[in-house]
């Protein structure tokens, strides 16, 4: 009985701890908003811009309200952590201990900005002004977005709340969502709510129309067929596109829909056709495949006809698929393929096909709506992941449905760790870079002239990519990497509470660990894109940089061959520490832009291209390019039946065995056409593989603008020269305004943005 009141007595006399605890700490956070309130003003009387600092005050405001809530919610968190893999077994500790982690965060985001702000009202540091965006005012110019002339880039929270409260520092996004719920029947009438939102709709501002096609009305069974619906591409189209139907529908859609939308400022990022687009079909022997879809009798009689087009005949397809089907009807057995297959002329064909079967149905869906919005630019969420991990089978031409849109469109993420297993990237690097550092050079490559929108950015977290206690010092390297790769307008995955601190959506493995329960990390977000609006000249000409090297990518090798990223990974990954933006070459990207972007195109370990490939390839060697090519590569065609070799005609051809020398054939050409930067970083360290990534830009005064990012695991010495002198350099801190050291120390994760010029 004494045991039990003993306990008793230590549970209350803990919970009025944690009371006191918890008092003392917002406390603490009231007195240090205050201070940094009236450092603001001191900034204010001698001019000196305090957009940061009033920004780091409503991010202390919110939190602290957000730790209230969850104070009073342990249950709901503990649930919430539950769902994650790395936070499961000690759910309960962590919903307790948020609240206090919250505010104590906060605390530290407040010292460090009071710290900031004595600096420059003590004159130790300077500032930039910045210029606040109206987002009504914003006009898209081929590859950027300007506000009064000046490039900015843009950023948004996706399911944020647009209460004054969070829009005034955390974006100002504006939209709509079309979905084929909003048809009240088959004869294409609109619901009454919908047609009345459109008509009071005001222009708004910047923003983008999301199509949602994740859910069809009851009728579409009745009027399309009882398979309508259940034919899917997964996850979220939640019909069959090649049902006559899926036209009907959509086409009514836009055709009573889009006459409100065009030329307002909230479709000006496009109309975002479909989200996360995926039609896998294959299977993998009794293994689940990743949102596998079945296909209709639609789509097997679009592969007959497909088929009946590239093939002279039943027997030809026979000898090539090493099968003896009677006809091309009996082609219809064959399907699903499975990926034991792939390499074979069976596995290429049906997977060709269903690449091309859903380019045409979003070519079919942008023509519907360009018929009533000439003007309209299009996009689709496509994940870069599917081109940058091999992605078998998924239905999905990066290059084509890139080509197609107006805008480059994506929700390409970056991993600060893995919450499943350990990744590969993490023997060498604190961030895994892959999928956004070659996703975005391939989009730059292809359609330089567009901008670029994550319209549901993973940079800061992924399912499986999260931490509690991120370091926000990533959060600045991976957003501002993105930027100078091209990146244009963001909405960050994501702001689920709602104004009070509640969970404003059901519940999902998402939360937990995500920014919403991080003030630093939410800070250090707003407060990397106000420091990159602040130079967005600059950031924007590193965007715009020649690409002197470009790694030629083939559909076919890709498609044939698991392992072909990884390849060229290796040699992607050794020549991305040069200073040297990289790019990449593709057969029509050979025909369509101008040879005098680049210098050289290195081909390594893409053993099969078709004939357009290869002759893409031959045509610019005739036009005197120049190639490196190692000894495996353009072998045979899709069926693997031998190409002849490539010739150097009027070009170089240089034939290199080994990824090394690779690299350094294609770094002496640009060196030799004076093409290098005009800045050199080197690392101070002996034997080991290069980890910073860094560009250079002259700016209008003539000095030399310099962004390094630290991505190896261990801080990394660096020294700086200017190419081509025996003189040292003098660097200025960009953002501070003060002198640094040309031979900086960097941390993991750290970026260094200065301005370098010749010692006098």
């Known amino acids: 009985m004494k045991t039990n009141k003993k306990n008793v007595l230590f549970g209350v006399l803990m919970v009025l701890a944690t009371n006191v605890q918890a008092q003392t700490s917002e406390i603490n956070v009231t007195s240090k908003i205050a201070n940094l309130q009236t450092l603001i003003h001191d900034l204010e009387d001698r001019k000196i811009d305090s957009y940061k600092e009033k920004m780091t005050v409503r991010v202390a405001e919110v939190f602290l309200k957000y730790a209230r809530w969850d104070e009073k919610n342990v249950a709901f968190n503990q649930d919430a952590f539950k769902m994650v893999n790395i936070y499961k077994d000690q759910a309960g500790k962590l919903a307790q201990e948020l609240p206090e982690f919250e505010r104590k965060d906060i605390l530290t985001m407040l010292d460090a900005s009071i710290n900031t702000a004595t600096q420059l009202k003590e004159g130790k540091i300077s500032r930039k002004p910045y210029h606040e965006i109206d987002w009504s005012k914003i006009v898209v110019k081929q590859d950027q977005l300007l506000y009064n002339d000046r490039p900015v880039f843009l950023s948004d929270y996706t399911w944020k709340p647009e209460t004054k409260e969070l829009t005034d520092y955390f974006g100002q996004l504006d939209g709509y969502l079309l979905s084929p719920m909003q048809l009240a029947d088959q004869t294409g009438e609109l619901v009454a709510k919908t047609k009345k939102e459109l008509q009071e709709k005001a222009s708004g501002n910047a923003g983008f129309i999301f199509i949602a096609n994740n859910n069809v009305p009851q009728w579409t069974a009745k009027a399309y067929g009882d398979q309508f619906n259940k034919i899917i591409g997964k996850p979220f189209t939640a019909y069959d596109i090649d049902n006559p139907g899926a036209r009907n529908m959509m086409s009514d859609l836009f055709a009573k829909t889009v006459p409100f939308i065009a030329a307002k400022n909230y479709s000006q990022l496009g109309y975002m056709l479909v ?52 006809n091309f009807d009996a082609v219809a057995t064959a399907v699903p393929i499975d990926i034991s297959t792939m390499g074979t ?95 975005y050079d391939f989009l730059k490559s292809i359609q330089p002239d567009q901008i670029n929108f994550n ?90 940089q020649r690409k002197p090297i470009r790694v030629f990518y083939s559909k076919t090798t890709a498609n044939q061959k698991a392992t072909y990223m990884d390849d060229l990974f290796k040699l992607y990954e050794s020549l991305n520490f040069e200073g040297l933006p990289l790019g990449f070459a593709t057969s029509n990207s050979i025909q369509r832009i101008d040879s005098k972007n680049w210098d050289v195109i290195a081909i390594y370990k893409t053993e099969k291209v078709t004939q357009a490939e290869f002759d893409a390839v031959q045509s610019y060697l005739n036009k005197g390019g120049k190639v490196l090519i190692d000894d495996v590569s353009f072998k045979s065609d899709e069926y693997g ?27 002496e050409i640009v060196q030799n056409l004076d093409h290098m930067p005009k800045v050199t970083v080197e690392e101070v360290v002996i034997g080991a593989k290069k980890k910073c990534t860094w560009r250079s830009v002259t700016a209008k005064d003539g000095r030399q603008v310099l962004s390094v990012i630290n991505l190896g695991k261990e801080a990394i010495q660096i020294k700086f020269k200017m190419t081509n002198s025996t003189h040292g350099v003098v660097c200025t801190d960009l953002i501070n305004g003060v002198a640094v050291a040309a031979t900086p120390l960097l941390k993991p994760y750290e970026v260094y943005f200065v301005s370098v010029s010749e010692q006098k």
Do not use: C
Request: charged letters at 20%.
């Open 275 to 326: 989200n996360e687009p995926r039609w896998a079909n294959y299977t993998n022997g009794k293994k689940k495949v990743y949102f596998r879809s079945d296909v209709s009798k639609y789509t097997i009689d679009k592969f007959i006809t497909w088929l009946k087009d590239k093939h002279d005949s039943i027997a030809a397809l026979n000898a090539l698929w090493g099968t003896n089907f009677s």
């Open 345 to 439: 002329a069976k596995w290429y064909d049906w997977t060709t096909f269903n690449q091309e079967r859903v380019t045409q149905w979003i070519a079919f869906l942008k023509a519907e709506i360009i018929k009533y919005d000439p003007a309209a630019k299009v996009h689709l969420k496509i994940m870069p992941s599917i081109f940058t991990n091999n992605d078998a089978d998924s239905g999905i031409d990066f290059e084509a449905l890139t080509t197609l849109s107006g805008i480059n469109g994506n929700d390409v993420a970056a991993h600060y760790n893995n919450t499943r297993e350990t990744a590969d990237w993490q023997a060498d690097y604190v961030l895994g870079w892959r999928e956004l550092f070659m996703g």
């Open 455 to 544: 319209s549901e950015s993973h940079l800061i977290t992924t399912n499986h990519a999260r931490d509690l206690y991120m370091n926000p010092k990533y959060v600045r390297a991976v957003t501002w990497a993105a930027h100078t790769l091209g990146l244009n307008a963001t909405q960050t995955w994501y702001w689920p509470r709602a104004e009070d601190g509640s969970f404003k959506k059901k519940l999902t493995n998402a939360y937990a660990g995500s920014l919403n329960q991080q003030p630093r990390v939410t800070q250090e977000l707003e407060s990397t894109m106000i420091d990159l609006n602040t130079f967005s000249e600059e950031i924007t000409a590193m965007q715009e």
């Open 641 to 667: 039946r031998p190409l002849k070799p490539l010739v150097k005609a009027a070009g170089m051809l240089q034939i290199v065995s080994v990824l090394e020398n690779m690299k350094k054939s294609a770094l």
